[in-house]
């Protein structure tokens, strides 16, 4: 899934974002607003590096974005974007399995939430799988359609610390 990405700004509460590759059929869904109530950005410098890397990488399945909010660390969860589920997750069962790039798998619940009939929240599972990739506020996942019957995604991570300037990073190693 390579190509320009454009980015439109959806209506509902969640001020949720959707991507589509404009040269294939094949969507690319981003779960979090870019910008502020005043329009400032709400990434950090190394949220917009990983979050850059993320949707520029190479896909071969549809897939979506995620960039870990607050709520997602401390509440223990992650939303997948209604367009997606509509697209290829509309009969899934509750439970999915989430891959890593190991090949390590948690299972977890994907229920349809209350206030948007659509779009699905991983829970179940998604403290565990935040756990043991060390996810922090401001890191970025996608989440790849790898097996559409008994759902199957693979996430990549994309830590936003990595993606630090060299001499934050001394600095941090330093502190």
Request: glycine share 4%; proline share 2%.
């Amino acid at each position: 899934m390579r190509g320009k990405v454009k980015i439109e700004n959806r209506t509902h509460r969640s001020h949720d974002l959707s991507a589509k590759h404009e040269d294939e059929d094949e969507l690319m869904f981003i779960t979090k607003s870019l910008y502020g109530s005043k329009r400032k950005p709400l990434m950090s410098r190394e949220t917009e590096r990983a979050f850059h890397a993320a949707k520029t990488c190479e896909r071969t399945h549809p897939c979506f974005l995620v960039i870990l909010s607050k709520a997602n660390i401390e509440r223990s969860y992650a939303d997948v974007p209604s367009e997606f589920v509509v697209k290829y997750m509309q009969s899934c069962s509750d439970f999915i399995q989430v891959e890593a790039l190991n090949g390590k798998q948690w299972q977890m619940r994907c229920t349809f939430r209350y206030s948007i009939n659509s779009a699905k929240r991983m829970n179940h599972g998604w403290s565990a799988f935040k756990n043991d990739n060390n996810l922090k506020e401001g890191d970025v996942c996608v989440f790849e359609l790898i097996k559409q019957n008994g759902v199957l995604l693979r996430a990549s991570v994309y830590h936003a610390a990595e993606y630090a300037d060299p001499v934050k990073k001394r600095l941090k190693k330093q502190v």
